[in-house]
């Protein structure tokens, strides 16, 4: 099941939100934890196993570790984190691994073929972060099973983020309320959030799409595929997040912001502080500053980089141009450290950096392989006899302006000051009100005709 669908937004969502308002508030998290599993049982009952036993895992280790001394919490934090990171390995990089093994060595090892987990990266992460924190003192372990497993099966952010931190809403999945105002600015959040996936990001998807179907190539409609990509992609995750946050909201939860504006940076060390923020934040808590940050030799300090953002793009996917897309970005914030040349180009072209290496960095993000990644970049460039212009490129130049414009306008907080003026006047509350209806009645006449795509970001 997924936000931009009918199922859930007429049938699952009514019913959870009419439960949950209901019951009494000690019952509250139980409501949540039961809807959040047929949630995710819906798409993959023969996978929910795998969820149970991970929320049992560091329930029990979590409690365990109240009651032991130093040595004993160590021993079950680091248990708890190789099962569950093996678990991981096992279903998301196993393959990979023997393909690897297997290209290397010529031999044939057959595959494993196991069905990955949706979510799995990201409801593992926030089980790292609990155990962690509960070693570290940061958190006192959670001692009623139903609240433990409503943080991590929570359905708005299960399945594609943000990664949240037992820490940031402890104290709400024990005490929590919801106001009128929460209501208004969840349910407002989440139709931002649902527009912007349905009208723009599956848009861009289907440019994509026709690009990759297309026997009319050309090196114009290479860059139309990789602009169209870059905003396919922030609008397609923004918006799941958006969507999470919101329904967070509406159920007592404060999910802290997972973008900001990252088209906007100067620099791609200010991007990856805008993009997908709760990812980069745990990279740095977790494995960042525990291997010694950047308070260490320059020698070490290049190593604790390289290998945060080579599991970043692992973390991604498993396969080689994920690797190369974290190592990619691992060799621009080293020369930008080390350089400082970003700083020193005018803004404008600060910006035009960023944005030319970011959108490079998706097409090698979006290859089905290496080999596609390299025709891709082939094409960008002009190699291969490719025409610079077509009449099929024209076409689509053409059909698809006014969503690029929306698309650039969209990516920038001009959208948001623009209703935050409008809010502020006395037909505020009713131009809000027709919005927010345009955008659930254009959505669901998207929806019902079918041409939505699943959320980018499942697969991780």
């Known amino acids: 099941m997924i936000f931009s669908s009918i199922p859930f937004l007429y049938y699952f969502l009514p019913v959870v939100l009419i439960a949950h308002f209901l019951m009494p508030k000690p019952g509250k998290n139980a409501v949540l934890l039961l809807f959040s599993l047929v949630f995710y049982g819906w798409g993959e009952p023969k996978l929910l196993f795998l969820m149970i036993a991970t929320i049992l895992l560091f329930y029990f280790c979590g409690l365990a570790m109240g009651r032991a001394g130093q040595k004993g919490r160590k021993f079950l934090c680091i248990f708890a984190a190789a099962v569950s990171v093996g678990l991981l390995g096992l279903f998301k990089y196993a393959d990979f691994f023997v393909e690897s093994f297997n290209g290397v060595t010529g031999l044939s090892v057959p595959l494993l073929r196991l069905a990955l987990p949706v979510g799995i990266s990201f409801y593992t992460f926030q089980c790292l972060s609990y155990i962690v924190d509960v070693y570290r003192g940061k958190v006192p372990p959670q001692k009623n099973l139903v609240s433990f497993g409503a943080y991590v099966a929570l359905f708005p952010q299960l399945i594609a983020g943000p990664i ?76 799941y997040s958006d969507m999470a946050i919101g329904l967070g909201r509406i159920f007592g939860f404060h999910f802290l912001e ?51 953002w080579m599991l970043t793009g692992l973390w991604h996917g498993a ?57 891709d970049f ?21 059909s698809y302006a006014v969503l690029f414009v929306l698309g650039i ?9 623009l209703g935050n003026r409008l809010a502020g006047t006395k037909l505020g509350p009713v131009l809000a009100l ?11 006449a998207y929806m019902v005709d079918g041409s939505f795509s699943p959320f980018l970001y499942f697969r991780f």
């Open 319 to 375: 396969a080689w141009n994920f690797v190369l897309w974290g190592l990619f970005f691992a060799c621009l914030l080293l020369l930008e450290k080390f350089s400082g040349f970003a700083e020193k180009l005018p803004k404008v072209l600060r910006h035009g950096y960023v944005l030319l290496a970011v959108m490079l960095s998706f097409v090698l993000f979006n290859a089905g392989s290496l080999t596609e990644a390299g025709r």
């Open 409 to 417: 306008l969209g990516a920038t907080p001009l959208p948001k000051m």
């Open 164 to 239: 949240v931190r037992y820490a940031d809403v402890a104290r709400e999945l024990d005490s929590r309320r919801t106001s009128w105002d929460d209501l208004s600015q969840g349910f407002g959040r989440f139709l931002t959030g649902l527009g912007k996936k349905v009208l723009l990001a599956d848009q861009f998807a289907l440019l994509c799409r026709i690009f990759r179907e297309s026997g009319n190539q050309s090196v114009v409609f290479y860059w139309v595929y990789a602009a169209a990509f870059t905003l396919n992609i922030y609008f397609d995750f923004s918006g």
């Open 258 to 308: 997972n973008f900001d504006y990252p088209y906007l940076s100067k620099s791609v060390t200010e991007f990856w502080r805008r993009w997908h923020m709760s990812l980069g934040s745990w990279f740095r808590d977790y494995v960042y500053i525990p291997l010694g940050g950047s308070r260490v030799s320059r020698w070490k300090w290049v190593r604790n980089i390289l290998v945060v």
């Open 378 to 398: 082939m094409g960008l460039f002009g190699f291969g006899n490719l025409p610079l212009y077509t009449a099929e490129t024209g076409y689509y130049l053409r």
């Open 434 to 444: 027709i919005w927010r209806v345009f955008l659930l009645l254009a959505a669901t």
